[in-house]
């Protein structure tokens, strides 16, 4: 009999209830990181009992990774865009210091990028110059009047793990193992 798999590329689990959720969180940048994460990897979650919650940016992450308090079966991973060398959010991720914390992301400037132009039905994302919000930059190039109306394109053309770029793929997959792996 063929195996079914989730959308993240995992063999499913039949009647199998989601596990009451853990201390451990996968803490995303904002609703969309959030929702995307769902959309592929939400079936792996629920059957491992991890909570992703998103965050409002990452500019007070120090902080809000000191109010969560991570430990020994509280483990923290959080998913970053635009994880680059020299960028500001490389330099906020550093301040982070925890054995009980990972952080990880990927090179995209927004999630949505993150997502393979042919899922979405593009031949490429739209360059948009420096100092423009890129979503707002995004939606002008291939005239979609809200950032709202483009995500929700983005999202329905999501399927799997296949429609989204390695790096993000390499990214969730590592703090996945991270949050879930015995102390």
Known sequence: ??????????????????????????????????????????????????????????????AEVRDFAPGPGRRLGVLVDHLVPGSKESRIVARVNSPHVLVTGHPYVDV????????????????????????EGVCAA?????PAEMWRRILSRVDSFADVETPLINAMERLIDFVTEPD
Do not use: M, N
């Open 142 to 146: 291939l005239g979609v009047a809200e």
């Open 1 to 62: 009999a063929a195996r079914r798999r989730t959308a993240s590329g995992s063999i499913a689990v039949a009647d199998v209830r989601a596990r009451v959720a853990k201390a451990s969180r996968i803490w995303v940048e904002g609703v969309h990181d959030a929702a995307l994460v769902e959309r592929i990897w939400g079936d792996d979650l629920r059957i491992e009992g991890v909570v992703v919650e998103p965050l409002d940016g990452i500019d007070a992450l120090d």
């Open 112 to 135: 949505w990028q993150a997502v393979k132009p042919a899922a979405v039905g593009i031949r490429a994302w739209p360059s948009v110059p420096p100092g423009r919000p890129w979503k």
